[in-house]
């Protein structure tokens, strides 16, 4: 029998290490002013609008919910067709952009380098399209100079949060006296001194974080580096406001030509760029492209004309929202029923009572157990808008409170309400 009792473990990697555990996280649009930003950001809070089962909501002008567009979602509300009908939301801000110097205040760039702090992930968009009526802030169309521009503010106020962690600390271990410094931490201590003598203020932190200044040092965010567990809490812990340890997906801002031809003289040299700087994913997008699409959407004719002379070329905005859901390590699963067919954001790694909890605090304290269907094995057997095809076919399991929850899991919680008072 295959061992079903035992918990699969999740170990997250990359930036998803330092990501703050919630599940409402967000994305935040960062790069050098007039790249496109605010243009991406209306067509994607539009597109919202538009789209029948994901209603689009506006927090403030520069925040809104995108909803995840997923196959999966729309097959299930296709097929229950309930009244009610919840996609799951990817929480995007649109924030200014960030000059040369900004860490150091130029530009209110303290303010929007405060913006980046609170967001969760860092879509990076940069300028590749030429146009003489765009101004560029440095002249010319140089997408490498402008991720190193950027990438270099956020190291240079990564530094700044360091001296200030690095203080506070000091601050407490003059309080109390107590404290005992381990052998690891005076031997590692030795060792690492040498490598980063040019930087006394970051003493407190050397046992445990060999790798870190080297890595800023070289204009390197933080994310990529190797950490062992005992380092990824230190920095979870103390320093929890570092921007360089966020997941980055980088967009490329192409002309509507350029995207058609999936052909830019920037793109091999922004990926290798992106290779040596902690890595990410790119997506190349056209504002100029998504917006001549955008503007057709009521002349269903006129749109199959635009996109039938271009095989092959599709919207990029559903990669970009999908993606940058994935990168703050968060998955859904389903709820379907005659009433309502929703999507529960969890983060990776979750166990059923916590994701249950999401639906209600009662589900999470009264939990039984889970009853689930992965959504391939429902999509294969399910003809008709129930479970029973999915029982006779042995599909439908029970969990316990060790399960991990998979994304795309379409689950129905057991629990015990009359046991849901307060402790
Ligand atoms: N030709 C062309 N123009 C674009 C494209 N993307 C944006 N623009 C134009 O560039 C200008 C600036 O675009 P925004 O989206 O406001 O730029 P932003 O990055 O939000 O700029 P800030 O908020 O000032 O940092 C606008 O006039 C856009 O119409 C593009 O792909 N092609
Ligand atoms: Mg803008």
Request: with cysteine; net charge neutral; proline share 5%.
């Amino acid at each position: 029998m295959a061992p079903k009792a035992e918990a699969k473990t999740y170990e997250p990697q990359g930036a998803a290490r330092f990501g703050r555990v919630r599940n409402s996280l967000k994305m935040g649009i960062v790069g050098l002013p007039n790249v496109g930003k605010s243009s991406l950001f209306n067509l994607l809070t539009a597109q919202n609008i538009a789209a029948e089962n994901y209603p689009f909501c506006t927090i403030d002008p520069n925040e809104a919910r995108c909803a995840v567009p997923d196959e999966r979602y729309d097959w299930l509300c296709n097929l229950w067709k309930p009244p009610s009908m919840y996609p799951a939301y990817l929480q995007v801000t649109d924030i200014a952009g960030l000059v040369r110097g900004a860490a150091e205040g130029a530009g209110l760039g303290n303010a929007f380098l405060s913006h980046i702090s609170a967001v969760d992930g860092i879509y990076h968009v940069v300028r590749a399209f030429d146009n003489d009526e765009v101004i560029h802030v440095d002249d010319s169309v140089d997408p490498i100079r402008d991720l190193e521009t950027i990438q270099m503010e956020l190291c240079k106020k990564d530094l700044e949060f360091l001296a200030k962690a690095e203080e506070k600390e000091m601050r407490e271990v003059k309080k109390a006296p107590n404290m005992k410094i381990s052998l690891v931490f005076t031997s590692t201590f030795e060792k690492v001194k040498k490598m980063l003598e040019a930087s006394s203020f970051l003493l407190p932190y050397l046992p445990c974080l060999p790798a870190r200044l080297p890595y800023l040092e070289e204009n390197k965010p933080v994310r990529g580096g190797d950490f062992n567990s005992k380092e990824v809490e230190l920095i979870r812990e103390k320093l929890d406001n570092l921007i360089t340890t966020k997941p980055v997906v980088y967009l490329v801002n192409l002309t509507a030509d350029d995207f058609i031809r999936k052909k830019n003289k920037w793109l091999a040299k922004i990926h290798a760029w992106i290779q040596e700087h902690g890595g990410g994913v790119l997506i190349p997008f056209s504002v100029e492209w998504e917006s001549k699409l955008w503007d057709l959407r009521d002349d269903e004719d006129g749109k199959k004309a635009f996109l039938d002379k271009t095989p092959g070329v599709v919207s990029s905005l559903p990669k970009i929202v999908v993606q940058g859901f994935k990168e703050l390590n968060l998955i859904y699963y389903f709820t379907a029923g005659e009433t309502e067919v929703r999507c529960w954001t969890i983060q990776r790694g979750t166990l059923a009572p916590q994701a249950a909890g999401v639906i209600h605090g009662d589900f999470e304290r009264g939990f039984i157990k889970a009853e689930v269907v992965a959504f391939p094995d429902f999509r294969a057997i399910a003809t008709s808008p129930s479970m029973g095809e999915v029982k006779a076919a042995g599909k439908y399991r029970q969990e316990g409170k060790q399960y991990v929850v998979e994304d795309g899991d379409i689950i129905h919680f057991q629990f015990n309400v009359t046991s849901s008072g307060k402790k």
